[in-house]
């Protein structure tokens, strides 16, 4: 779905903040000879010369200085259930208010936002850090998502929001492909506390030259290394799985194994069928057995929760007790229809500790979906 509109509450919101220009100097560069400036915000390190705009389109020399152009630039913007993020296991049944600006840093040729995020004219309301807290406290939110394009390339005004909402008792999640630096992660530790890791096609080479536009994918499992190692914040994983071009089992066993070594069984693994889009409109979705395959490859890897995304009414979209095979959480789509935990989020058939940060509220359905969009 491509975020053109937004629902009343936040259009409102967004009509209601004055525009103005708003440009502020980054913080993740460093300066080079020639008044060049080298951003540090993602695994590129665009070396941008005076005048010149980095290749996501919103970080730019401006006088020898490295400038955000769309900090408090949100150019979409929603409320919207952590699941769908996806998060299963970080604060379930919560709402998070989520935005995002123009501008990416990966050139995606399937990507379901493209009109955000392959949009190279910065644009987007005006608003500050402490109006996005501020209107995620008004809309009942339980915390603050930064999605829709990647979030690192905007990070300065992710973390400027995310001390603040902090403050205000919200918690902090992205949505991003994870192609950082140590840079990035050091910052995003100042106030993320959750973060959903994309990989695409398994992470395979020669996919992610052909359709993402990058050289490889390991500074994205460097990056991950870094998270692991030197922060506490929350992480699950996620795999778009795009057929014949990004679904080959070796693969998906490698990334399995490599997330098994780093982070254990209990790390969620979401596969998630590719539909198509964009410069991809002559691929067909996945096959709803190739996910099931891959879900398999996580299980046989050691894996504990692995699940089938973007096929609502899967039974993979439950959480099972690794012990007793029982359905702990039962979902449809983002909706959570069962909790089989207690209060320990402990197994109420046999006992065994689920994987789970957060408890679900007994009152959640009514706080979450009390706006009618």
Known sequence: MIITTLDNYCQSFIVACTLKNVEKEAVLYERLPN????????????????????????????????????????????????????????????????????GCNWLCKYCINFDLSQRRKVEGADISPEEVVEKALLYRCNGIAYTYNEPSIFLEYARDCGVLARKKGLFNVFVSHGFATPESVKMMNEFLDCITVDFKGNGEQKFVRQYVGIPSSQP??????????????????????????????????????????????????????????????????????????HYEVAKKEGLKYAYVGNVPGHPLEHTYCPECNKVVVRRYNFDILQWNLDDNNCCKFCGNKIYMVGKLDKNFQEKRFEFVF
Not at 61 to 87: Q, R, W
Not at 226 to 237: C, R, S
């Open 220 to 293: 994205v499992f460097d990056s991950l290394v870094e998270l692991k190692e030197k922060t506490n914040i929350h992480v699950e994983i996620t795999d778009l799985i795009v057929p014949k071009v990004g679904d080959d089992l070796d693969h998906a066993k490698k990334l399995c194994k490599f997330i098994y070594d780093l982070f254990g069984p209990e790390m969620p693994i979401h596969f998630l069928q590719f539909h198509p889009s964009y410069k991809m409109m002559d691929f067909e979705s996945t096959p709803v057995e190739t996910l099931e395959k």
């Open 35 to 102: 008044h060049k400036v080298r951003c540090l915000a993602c695994a590129r390190y665009c070396e941008i010369g005076k005048d010149q705009i980095g290749l996501c389109g919103i970080r730019g020399n401006k006088e020898g200085k490295l400038v955000l152009f769309v900090y408090g630039k949100v150019a979409a913007c929603h409320i919207d259930p952590i699941e769908k993020k996806p998060v299963t296991h970080y604060m379930p049944g919560t709402k998070v208010f989520s935005i995002g600006t123009t």
